[in-house]
């Protein structure tokens, strides 16, 4: 029977592999050095927050895995042998595979800051950041103030986490306004207005210099780039991205760049070997889509497709159209198509944004300025539905027709006060504006 | 290394606040109140009761109001889960295990030893904290307290400022709020106040009418067809009549009409009184209920036998009640055994035939309900007399039903167990009213809890804050709508998702139950080729 090896157990294993047991009754193993049994990664901030226990993050009971035969294995590869199919552990005896799949995620970027391996300075990705977060910053008195250094979503959430437990958080941001590196510049406003109302002493367009310690080695304090300023603290979390967890493969006949490089059909340079996920690197970008993926999303449609090429016919990864979402703070994002920001648009995008008074919504549509087509949807505060969205592009709507039609594409639960009303006056009034 | 066991083991508690004067203030206030209820029951003699019982809820319910103006009143409008599984309280802590003993044995106390609680027995007045309650009694239907008068006041009272709290605690989410309001108003107007002016109406001689809250349809309201129920509201001229016929059209009419048209949720979380009492003074609970697929086998397996009990029952007294009264009634006992067999058996043989491939698994449990309720039919048709049915008196098993489900499932453990198993598990687990509710909802209904397409990042929060058990999740991160028996639409699932992806809805029923192979956002020609296949 062949067998299948999947490195990593976040959710681009885990999909692949369940769904290659819907396929197939091939031998199935997955490794994992971080944790038993496959959890939610972006549910470990509710850990912290005591909305949920650990336990809830696992959405499989854990009879799950033996009921399906997927063999589970707690350890770290250490070395991969592409000549013999053998997997080499630092504590364990080799293990042979006829198909290898690297889904192995990512890990926080760290920039040879001075001081960055301090006691009390780390990253927030993985189930062992959590525990050290629960000893570096248990609550406000260990922890008197806290730093997060790069203003992307994790470092957002960390800022939330934190201030659950009533720590104070300084925030350092090197963009002018929080996320404008990927945001327009209205809805960026949005989230950062929204980030100080939470008593989050923000720092935009700020650089970390270093982090300075104490006598045994722990954090004291960090001292800013652009103005010196020294700011005492007793957590520094790093946040600024991440990047294929990949090391392990250096030694391996596996070609990688920043990530796995792997060509459409998710397989590398050596054959029977594959990379889905955060760690996959695209020979070349698929439309807009950058080359490394590091998405929740795009990890679920990896596995889901790599089930397909191992067990019934050879697929390439052909993601629909782009969407995600997140949440600052009490506002959920979500995005349907592509809306770039000022920097990165090109010249024929337009954008309508409408935002509501209470500056707690706003919606920033993305169209063709020459042909009206409508590109995409920035959505902040109001729930919008998938299947509308991706019909509208699939079928090429205008702009137009997608304000008009609003509506349709809500999904606020029901008695919610409507926006769309107050969205297609604001629309019609900017364009007898234009006119 | 556990997180969860560090935290609980944790000294440094991380929520290091605690609470504010505000709320200490309020605390300290809410449980004056609570003390005077508690001196009552000691025997204090209280000159003025009317008094005393105002000062006493005044101070419980303002004490409430404040505490929860405090805790929810100067934060942003938005989720407010942190911290639950680090209280004690929420997380089957000790105080969660005290308040879960002190639940249970009032339950015990007032159902089964009220004199404890100060009932006057065989014609004494009473005393205690039921004394204390006179007044109020006095002022609404005329006659001194009850224990039950004590608790329906208490109760009331509980969904009342609860309800507020729950009401700001979701000031964000007007669903949440509307519903709130709609229980509060049923639980006060149809449960408390209706039934206190119709015992009113009793003083003259020409009623006679039964404890009746015009909401509570059978077979929740297991008492409706009792004898002395039924010779109470036909002894009780054109009004009695018209509610008995109300009971019965709210049967076999509207709740079939409310059900298909929004689910059970009409009832459920809008409406009913237990689930009043679940979704506000229950509301710190709901995580506690077990998502295990164990706990589900357990759910169906008790939920279907008490359903099956509650029918044989109420079938049992009316065939006894008719059996014993030939003459008063155009309908025989035995021509109503075969009607209501000929009624079940067609709509066992419609939902067969036409929602076979719907029920898939679940057939089974509705053909074994099908079979034993026949069966003992049947029994009946052949052995009952009005004297003996399945050899013991009719009265003994609509008292086991009363005693075993209506008061120790319902009450001790359906409550006194919310800050243990959380707060639905009479819902859950027992009630025939939501068996037969979820039944319909599952097969014949518009409702449905939509999954928005591929944005579920598989977190957890609705499975976790969801009261019924329901394991959302499953569904949400396969893309599939929630289409299940036992949801009682409370909406806290799509509350509490940080992705936007849960929606209740009533649409069409077509393409209610959606099994994705893969999710929408991934490629579109792999999608056809599974839909295809």
């Not at chain 2, 008068?149 to 700001?168: C, D, E, N, R």
């Amino acid at each position: 029977m062949e067998h299948i090896v999947i490195i990593g157990n976040g959710i681009s294993g885990i999909t692949a592999a369940r769904h290659i047991r819907k396929l197939s009754d091939k031998k199935i193993t997955v490794i994992s050095a971080e944790s038993e049994y496959f959890f939610s990664r972006t549910a470990l901030m509710y850990v912290y927050m005591g909305h949920m226990t650990f336990s809830h993050t696992q959405p499989y009971e854990n009879w799950f895995w033996t009921k399906n035969n997927i063999t589970l294995k707690k350890a770290y590869v250490q070395a991969v042998d592409t000549d013999n199919k053998t997997l080499h552990f630092s504590d364990d005896s080799p293990l042979r595979y006829d198909k290898l799949i690297i889904a192995s995620g990512s890990k926080p970027n760290k920039f040879g800051w001075p001081g960055e391996h301090l006691k009390g300075v780390q990253g927030l990705y993985s189930k062992p950041d959590l525990e050290l977060l629960e000893i570096n910053a248990p609550n406000n008195k260990i922890c008197k103030r806290a730093v997060i250094v790069g203003g992307g979503l994790i470092g957002i959430e960390l800022a939330e986490m934190l201030s659950s437990r009533q720590i104070p958080v300084t925030f350092l941001v090197r963009e002018s306004s929080f996320w404008n590196n990927v945001l327009p510049e209205n809805d960026s406003q949005l989230v950062t207005e929204h980030i100080k109302n939470h008593h989050i002493d923000l720092r935009l367009s700020s650089n970390l210099k270093e982090i300075k310690s104490d006598d045994h080695g722990k954090v004291k304090s960090i001292v800013i780039e652009e103005t010196g300023e020294e700011i005492p603290c007793n957590f520094v979390g790093l946040t600024a991205g991440v990047s294929p967890n990949i090391n392990f493969l250096k030694s391996s006949k596996i070609n990688t760049n920043k990530g796995v490089v792997v060509n459409r059909f998710l397989e590398t340079n050596i054959e029977d070997v594959y990379a889905i996920g955060d760690c996959a690197e695209q020979l070349e970008p698929i439309g807009n889509r950058r080359s490394i993926e590091a998405v929740w999303y795009t990890g679920r449609m990896m596995g889901e497709v790599i089930a397909q090429t191992i067990c019934i016919q050879k697929m390439p990864y052909q993601p629909s159209h782009w969407f995600n979402s997140a949440k600052f703070f009490d506002i959920e994002y979500q995005t349907y198509g592509w809306v770039n920001n000022e920097k990165n648009k090109p010249e024929c995008e337009s954008h309508f944004h409408w935002k509501d008074k209470d500056h707690l919504k706003c919606i920033t549509i993305a169209y063709n300025k020459n042909t009206n087509a409508f590109l995409g949807i920035n959505a902040f505060g109001i729930r919008l539905r998938h299947e509308t969205f991706e019909t509208w592009l699939n079928e090429g709507r205008d702009v137009d027709y997608v304000i008009n039609h609003l509506e349709e594409a809500n999904f606020d639960p029901e008695f919610s006060k409507t926006y769309h009303p107050k969205i297609q006056n604001a629309y019609n009034r900017q364009l007898q504006h234009e006119l | 290394m556990s997180t969860e066991k560090q935290i609980s083991m944790s000294l440094a508690k991380p929520e290091s606040t605690g609470l504010s004067l505000t709320q200490k203030v309020a605390l300290g206030l809410g449980l004056a109140g609570l003390f005077i209820l508690m001196l009552a029951g000691f025997n204090t003699y209280f000159p003025n009761k009317g008094l005393f019982l105002t000062l006493s809820l005044v101070c419980i319910a303002t004490g409430t109001i404040i505490f929860s103006n405090a805790l929810y009143l100067n934060k942003s409008k938005g989720i407010k889960n942190d911290g639950v599984w680090f209280k004690s309280i929420s997380s089957r802590g000790t105080l969660g295990w005290i308040t879960g003993v002190f639940l249970t044995g009032f339950y015990i106390i007032l159902y089964f030893y009220p004199e404890y609680l100060g009932l006057g027995i065989s014609g004494n007045s009473n005393s205690g904290l039921i004394a204390l309650f006179d007044p109020l009694s006095k002022l609404l239907n005329g006659n001194p307290a009850s224990q039950w008068f004590v608790y329906g006041t208490l109760y009331t009272l509980a969904i009342l400022i609860f309800g507020y709290k729950f009401i700001l605690k979701y000031r964000h989410n007007r669903y949440q709020q509307l519903r709130t309001i709609s229980v509060m108003f049923f639980q006060l107007g149809f449960a408390f106040l209706i039934p206190e002016f119709m015992s009113r109406l009793n003083q003259s001689t020409e009623y006679n009418l039964p404890y009746y809250d015009l909401k509570s349809m059978w077979p929740l309201n297991y008492y409706l067809f009792d004898s002395w129920s039924v010779n109470g509201l036909l002894s009780s001229g054109n009004l009695g009549l018209a509610m008995l016929i109300f009971g019965i059209l709210s049967i076999f009419v509207i709740s079939p009409i409310l059900t298909y048209k929004y689910g059970k949720r009409w009832y459920c979380s809008w409406v009913c009184g237990c689930g009043g009492l679940a979704e506000t003074v229950g509301d710190p609970f709901r995580q506690l209920s077990s998502k295990k697929q164990s706990a589900w086998k357990i759910e169906r397996w008790l939920i279907h036998t008490v359903l099956v009990f509650s029918v044989i029952m109420t079938i049992a007294v009316i065939y006894s009640y008719l059996d014993k009264n030939p003459s008063n009634y155009w309908l025989s006992s035995k021509a109503f055994l075969m009607g209501s067999g000929l009624l079940l058996t067609l709509l066992f043989s419609v939902v067969i035939l036409f929602k076979r491939h719907e029920l898939g698994k679940d057939a089974r449990y509705g053909a074994i309900d099908y079979f034993i309720i026949i069966l003992s039919l049947f029994i009946l048709y052949v052995t009952g007399t009005s004297e003996q049915i399945f050899l013991i008196k009719p009265s003994s098993l609509r008292s086991a039903y009363g005693f075993y489900i209506g008061s120790i499932f319902s009450g001790v453990i359906g409550t006194g167990f919310y800050p243990i198993l959380g707060n639905r598990v009479w819902c859950r687990f027992g009630c025939p009213m939501a068996a037969v509710l979820g039944f319909q909802q599952r097969l014949f209904s518009k409702f449905r809890i939509t999954t928005n397409g591929g944005q579920c990042i598989s977190c957890g929060n609705c499975s976790t804050y969801c009261e019924m058990g329901i394991d959302v999740r499953a569904y949400a991160q396969k893309g599939e709508n929630i289409v299940r028996s036992s949801c009682v639409g409370c909406g806290i699932c799509s509350a509490v998702c940080p992705r936007g992806v849960l929606k209740l809805e009533n649409s069409s029923m077509k393409g209610r139950i959606n099994a994705n192979e893969i999710l929408l956002g991934n490629d579109v020609n792999l999608i056809d080729l599974l839909t295809k296949k």
